[in-house]
């Protein structure tokens, strides 16, 4: 995922110095395992990272996959694979002509990926790992692996997934999701409540400098009378646009649709992936800092158990809303069947971000919903979020739904979604990320 926020914040680090940084790893990374391409099935694909050395960490494996298509080169991958262990990406070539295909439609693959790697001399162990927006993937497959596909076909979802392909998924052995966004709910978070007609609505515009907007200083201070106002806008606007598609749905499934399959669904006002109206993005008393407290991983070593505090920067400015007319940035082309499985979930009338918490979402509601497919996972889970990012308190509201007896919340401090420090004083704030998840997986009786 990469936000005008992440961009901003790596502005504030020398690019040399990240850049050098970043070579010297890559090098050390490349030098401790060999890759190999598969061809798993028709249409998945898998490259195969395998330590050249014989380790003690040999026994387990990973497997690794995001619904951008193209995970060869994502760097998780390399990241864990210096560390002694067999990784697999997987990419999901199938639909390649939508974008905005089901969920569901990937989980086949990531199942491809974990039975090959249990045909691997030695490996008896098996860790499905996720980033960012792959990790409500990961947690519906881990929901949909541990209890079939009735997981996510309840009558509480508003588009229940069909199935049918996703009966026998191979199981991992436990689940790791770094940074991980909240599903279908994420969206949500990005609607425009003051975009709904043809012209915007003052009162409701979070972009708007008298409603406490500073363009220049690319922040905001937003008044409580305000957000509650945004919020209940941004909920009522949501939940009319769930509406606008399940009627259209209802059109095509008649035969009186555009087109007999599905058709085109356009939202003015609906941010994509990181972008949005969210308010904790310009004014970060939203979403600052976790409820109970956690391990924190500083810079100096030291591992402190205390209330996790985002220290993201604001993110916001002339960009931002350079694109509020743009197609495709701050507002949503999909299609009618591709908004339902990926984006819709119901918002209730107490909707919104606090300073630690997210209220008032029907998480049930969707089957993309990170919180209600955790609770479905049941296997040894690791949560790790990054302190310069926005995701502290999306990540302990999803650690909170976990099922799992074995479950870990801790946060990299200063790290940015991609892993990078957001300031020099926060260090080598990648390896911290990748060194963790090696201490965690390797922790005895934990596989």
């Not at 002694?84 to 969920?103: E, H, I, Q």
């Not at 406490?212 to 209940?232: L, M, Q, R, V």
């Not at 799992?404 to 420090?421: C, I, M, N, R, W």
């Amino acid at each position: 995922m990469k936000t005008i926020a992440l961009l901003i914040t790596l502005a504030a680090f020398p690019a040399v110095a990240l850049a050098q940084q970043d070579e010297t790893s890559a090098a050390a990374e490349q030098a401790a395992y060999e890759s190999h391409y598969v061809r798993l099935s028709k249409d998945t694909e898998g490259l195969l990272l395998q330590p050249k050395a014989p380790n003690p960490n040999a026994h387990v494996a990973f497997v690794f996959s995001h619904p951008n298509r193209d995970n060869f080169k994502e760097l998780p991958g390399p990241a864990v694979a210096s560390h002694g262990y067999t990784v697999m990406l997987v990419n999901y070539r199938g639909d390649r002509d939508n974008p905005d295909a089901p969920p569901e439609d990937f989980l086949p693959s990531i199942s491809e990926g974990i039975a090959y790697l249990r045909t691997m001399q030695g490996i008896d162990k098996v860790v499905l790992l996720a980033h960012s927006g792959g990790t409500h993937m990961g947690t519906l497959y881990e929901n949909v692996a541990e209890h079939g596909p009735s997981a996510c076909q309840g009558s509480e979802k508003i588009a229940p997934c069909d199935g049918k392909s996703i009966g026998n998924l191979e199981k991992p052995d436990a689940l790791i999701l770094l940074d991980p966004t909240l599903g279908a709910a994420h969206q949500m978070s990005a609607v425009d409540p003051a975009a709904g007609g043809k012209e915007r609505d003052a009162g409701l515009d979070m972009f708007a400098g008298e409603n406490g907007y500073d363009i220049e200083g690319k922040k905001a201070i937003y008044t409580p009378e305000f957000a509650k106002k945004f919020y209940a806008g941004q909920a009522k606007r949501n939940n009319e646009i769930v509406d606008a598609a399940l009627a259209r749905l209802k059109m095509i499934e008649a035969g009186k649709g555009e087109f007999s399959n599905d058709e085109p669904f356009v939202v003015k006002g609906v941010g994509i992936r990181a972008l949005g109206a969210r308010l904790y993005q310009p004014d970060l008393s939203f979403a600052a800092h976790t409820k109970q407290p956690y391990m924190l991983l500083r810079a100096d070593g030291t591992r402190p158990v205390e209330i996790i505090k985002s220290v993201r920067p604001p993110a916001g400015g002339k960009q931002v809303l350079s694109m509020l007319n743009e197609l495709g940035a701050m507002n949503y082309s999909t299609t009618v069947r591709g908004f339902l499985a990926n984006s819709a979930i119901r918002a209730t009338a107490d909707y919104a971000f606090t300073t630690d918490d997210i209220i008032g979402i029907d998480w049930a509601s969707s089957y993309t919903s990170t919180p209600a497919n955790a609770e479905g996972v049941t296997v040894p889970s690791l949560v790790l979020t990054m302190s310069c990012h926005y995701l502290v308190v999306p990540g302990e509201v999803i650690f909170d739904h976990l099922a799992s007896k074995d479950k870990t919340y801790a946060s990299v401090e200063g790290a940015t979604h991609l892993f990078q420090p957001c300031r020099p004083e926060y260090g080598d704030t990648k390896k911290r990320v990748f060194d963790f998840v090696d201490e965690w997986v390797s922790k005895p009786d934990r596989l």
